[in-house]
């Protein structure tokens, strides 16, 4: 297939066969990808997983602004070990819609070209917030966000059985080999066992008070002292 | 209609993965379907994959839970109906329905 930079479908098949390459070859080393977002706070690391268009990215923004370190708005490695998983940063320019100048002016200052999507930013958050990038953490909390047309956020936990849903729905297993996806699972089922899980109902405080991210969500990870 | 001998087995593509001591969840990578297992789902799964029947399933099922033999046999032949109409389980070579 010719790359065609002008063509928005050849680039995004491109990509696409790129990044599934990519997660074969690194199924051979023990490390799996999975669609989410993972932050940390004090050194205790969130995962937020969900589908595209759930308020993923725009949280995450909300909660690097507040002072949380960050590792990816997007796609995150996980690496088993006996103490535990630890999740990687995979990609670390977030996909924001150009709109979300409006709720972080300043934004553009960290827009560079996008690979993917036209319609979305690619933003160096790195650039803005040049001490907060991470490499790695050991997550404690499992989010799965869902934006909901109401004044107020809440969080409701979730059950190990929800959350497992949750992580599959975000991670490519049919595409590779059985003992691939097995191992896969496998890790999946690791981080369940190791977290604890909540839905975050994200009303429009979320966007409306830039603190309200990190006041909602600061106490799952304390409360796990 | 299933029988007290009759074997099952997981299917293939179907992966397992426990959650807690009670928990665990199933799922079929082909039909992408994921079926979570309580504490007497989890009971049934093993005896079956260890290579029980389903009667020494339903037997072991009567005895840990202290219900009587018809409802422990309900209990296991409905389950594993289901979880065959999922495609979670398959017959077991040679076994089905073949009292030795």
Known sequence: MALDAQNLTSRWVACAVVLESLAILLHRHDLFSMHAAALARNGRGLVVAAAADSGKSTLTFRLVQSGWDYLSDDTVLLRPSPDGVTVLGLRSHFSLDPEAEELFPGLSRGREASLLKEEKWAVNVEALYPKQRIDACRPEVLLFPTIVDAPESRIAPVSKAEAIGGLLAQSSLARVKLDHAAAHVDVLGRLVRETDAYTLYAGRDILDDPTRADALLAPLLSATF | ?100
């Not at chain 2, 665990?24 to 992408?32: F, G, K, N």
């Open chain 2, 1 to 100: 209609m299933l029988h007290p001998h009759d074997h099952f087995t997981a299917d293939s593509e179907v992966l397992f993965t426990q959650l807690g001591d009670n928990e665990a969840v199933l799922l079929h990578l082909t039909t992408q379907y994921y079926y979570s297992l309580n504490e007497t789902g989890l009971a049934i799964w093993r005896g079956v994959n260890e290579g029980m029947s389903l009667g020494e399933v339903a037997d072991a099922i009567r005895s840990e839970y202290e219900i009587d033999e018809a409802g422990a046999w309900k209990h296991v032949s409905d389950f594993v109906e289901h979880l065959k109409k999922m495609k979670l389980l398959v017959e077991a070579p040679g076994s089905v329905g073949s009292p030795g």
